[in-house]
């Protein structure tokens, strides 16, 4: 199995690497820190960099069998562009570089989050985000929209998923399936960012669970979408969240005991 990943250096990508390394694959990983270990290649790429993006695909000949996009930023302050840019635009534009380089049969894994989960709610500013010509046009939107740093990771996540259930019909054409993962709360380095920008609303959270998730339990899931025993799904956003959707559903819907 050949695989192009995102993010391959920290965190859920690392996991996934290590992972998917364990099962004999071949890994070109995207990073702007180089990864140290579980990774055959690095191609070193700056992912809110549009120029850069497609210079560091144009290094890969392909075919690849899997990619797998882990490559994100939190929720910190003054960061509102550079969220949407990696997190949204990077994505996106590395998936399109990619995709001629994509084998018959392979797969693509988008990492989103818990926190992109009202994108239906909120698909009139995904759809105004989506429809920007490029990263250029962000500070604009960001200042028109008023959006904060957590704002910014929100939409950032619903657009991943909303762009890649858009891809579905297209992609089945070209015998390439995709479907994102949205981990919530994570142990991961960049966790405290998450607790000091969303507070309660991660820490409420957080103790119904009992515990964060651990990178391995994503990387897990993340597998088996690149896999070929995953080869009938399609088009799926798949919570890892440790019952926080369901949580979140008794309440909406009084079935609390």
Same mark, same amino acid.
């Given at each position: 199995?050949?695989?192009?990943?995102?993010?391959?250096?920290?965190?859920?990508?690392?996991?996934?690497?290590?992972?998917?390394?364990?099962?004999?694959?071949?890994?070109?990983?995207?990073?702007?820190?180089?990864?140290?270990?579980?990774?055959?290649?690095?191609?070193?790429?700056?992912?809110?960099?549009?120029?850069?993006?497609?210079?560091?695909?144009?290094?890969?000949?392909?075919?690849?069998?899997?990619?797998?996009?882990?490559?994100?930023?939190?929720?910190?302050?003054?960061?509102?562009?550079?969220?949407?840019?990696?997190?949204?635009?990077?994505?996106?534009?590395?998936?399109?570089?990619?995709?001629?380089?994509?084998?018959?049969?392979?797969?693509?894994?988008?990492? $989103?989050?818990?926190?992109?989960?009202?994108?239906? *709610?909120?698909? !009139?500013? +995904?759809? /105004?985000? @989506? %429809?920007? &010509?490029?990263?250029?046009?962000?500070?604009?939107?960001?200042?028109?929209?008023?959006?904060?740093?957590?704002?910014?990771?929100?939409?950032?996540?619903?657009?991943?998923?909303?762009?890649?259930?858009?891809?579905?019909?297209?992609?089945?054409?070209?015998?390439?399936?995709?479907?994102?993962?949205?981990?919530?709360?994570?142990?991961?380095?960049?966790?405290?960012?998450?607790?000091?920008?969303?507070?309660?609303?991660?820490?409420?959270?957080? $103790?119904?669970?009992?515990?964060?998730?651990?990178? *391995?339990?994503? !990387?897990? +899931?993340? /597998?088996? @979408? %690149?896999? &070929?025993?995953?080869?009938?799904?399609?088009?799926?956003?798949?919570?890892?969240?440790?019952?926080?959707?369901?949580?979140?559903?008794?309440?909406?819907?009084?079935?609390?005991?």
């Amino acid at each position: 199995m050949k695989v192009a990943m995102t993010g391959a250096a920290h965190g859920i990508g690392a996991a996934t690497a290590a992972k998917l390394k364990a099962q004999g694959a071949h890994i070109t990983g995207f990073d702007i820190a180089e990864p140290v270990s579980d990774v055959d290649r690095w191609i070193e790429v700056d992912m809110s960099d549009p120029d850069a993006i497609l210079a560091a695909a144009g290094k890969v000949d392909g075919p690849f069998d899997v990619l797998v996009n882990c490559a994100g930023l939190p929720p910190r302050p003054d960061l509102e562009e550079k969220i949407l840019a990696v997190n949204a635009f990077g994505l996106i534009m590395m998936t399109k570089a990619l995709l001629p380089k994509l084998g018959p049969g392979a797969s693509v894994v988008n990492v $989103a989050s818990k926190a992109g989960a009202r994108w239906k *709610e909120n698909i !009139a500013q +995904v759809k /105004a985000l @989506l %429809a920007l &010509p490029g990263v250029e046009g962000l500070p604009t939107f960001i200042a028109e929209q008023e959006i904060d740093p957590v704002r910014a990771y929100d939409l950032s996540k619903e657009a991943v998923i909303a762009w890649s259930v858009g891809q579905v019909e297209p992609l089945i054409a070209r015998d390439i399936r995709i479907n994102t993962v949205s981990p919530a709360a994570v142990e991961t380095r960049i966790l405290d960012d998450f607790v000091n920008a969303f507070g309660e609303r991660a820490t409420a959270m957080m $103790a119904r669970t009992r515990r964060s998730g651990q990178p *391995e339990e994503v !990387a897990a +899931v993340v /597998a088996f @979408l %690149a896999g &070929p025993q995953s080869s009938w799904v399609k088009g799926v956003d798949i919570p890892i969240d440790g019952g926080t959707t369901a949580l979140l559903a008794a309440d909406a819907l009084g079935l609390g005991h």
